[in-house]
DNA sequence: TATTATACCTAGCGACTCGAGGTATGGAGC
DNA sequence: GCTCCATACCTCGAGTCGCTAGGTATAATA
């Protein structure tokens, strides 16, 4: 059956988008950036690490992102950093972000085109 | 194969909106409503009717939306108009999608090279 | 020593989208 | 009259992704 009962998140790769955003310009470890997506979203955005360490391990064997153990006050941690190839990849989905937010916003805006009186 | 090779649509639970708010005002059938999206959102988003269907049918299912059979042209069509629990499920899906875009938004946007506290 | 917080990871389920296919009718062209 | 295309409906199977719920291990705290 379809449950279709409100869940709708709107979520479908963005998890992925926010991740190689993050990462510009800095170095992030998994439960960092849990914390993090959270934390600047204001809670609106909650991801668990059964969602980001599964999308970071597919960046990493994609070539997006590099990764390397660190050893913090005794905690061991894997730090990822964006390659080349995140980069391009950060631009694609962002464009691709942008141009369907658009067509939303168009849409939901509505009148635009040749809306009927309401 | 490729586990993980992420086509990253951000589609996720949109279809539903569109529909919901393409319907307020006017009544409108499937094949017509695949159309509207198709063309208002100059193709950016193109979603077949093996995706639109199926969520009329669930809406409708739900009390989102009425359905009546009309017959225009010798060609039989099923007209879907809103019912107020379809206006608040508009409702709170726009609030939704809102909320999500402006987390994003501020992630892909924010100076945040320094700060996990906002 | 027991509990909590940090930090990593995986498996299974469910929900959603996509593509391909199937039915039926009206109109245009030959 | 017959064929082909556009209209208009529908469903099923596959694939992907996110969510929940687990599981391991160590450091700090009570």
New interface residues.
């Given amino acids: 059956m ?1 449950k ?11 998890p ?3 991740i190689l ?2 990462l510009v ?2 170095e992030m470890y998994g439960y960092e950036i849990v ?3 959270r ?4 809670e ?2 909650v991801f668990g690490e059964g969602v980001i360490y ?2 970071l391990h ?1 960046l990493e ?2 070539g997006a992102l590099k990764a390397h153990r660190k050893t913090v006050n005794g905690r061991s941690r894997v730090y990822y950093r964006l390659t080349a190839a995140g980069e391009r990849r950060l631009g694609d ?2 464009a ?2 942008s ?6 916003q ?3 805006q ?1 009148g ?2 040749h809306a ?3």
């Fill in positions: 379809a279709r009962d409100i869940g709708a998140s709107f979520v479908n790769g963005v992925e988008l926010l955003r993050l310009g800095q914390a993090a997506i934390d600047q979203s204001r609106s955005l599964p999308v597919a064997h994609d989905l962002t691709t972000w141009k369907v937010n658009q067509a939303v168009g849409i939901l509505g635009t085109q009927k009186a309401v």
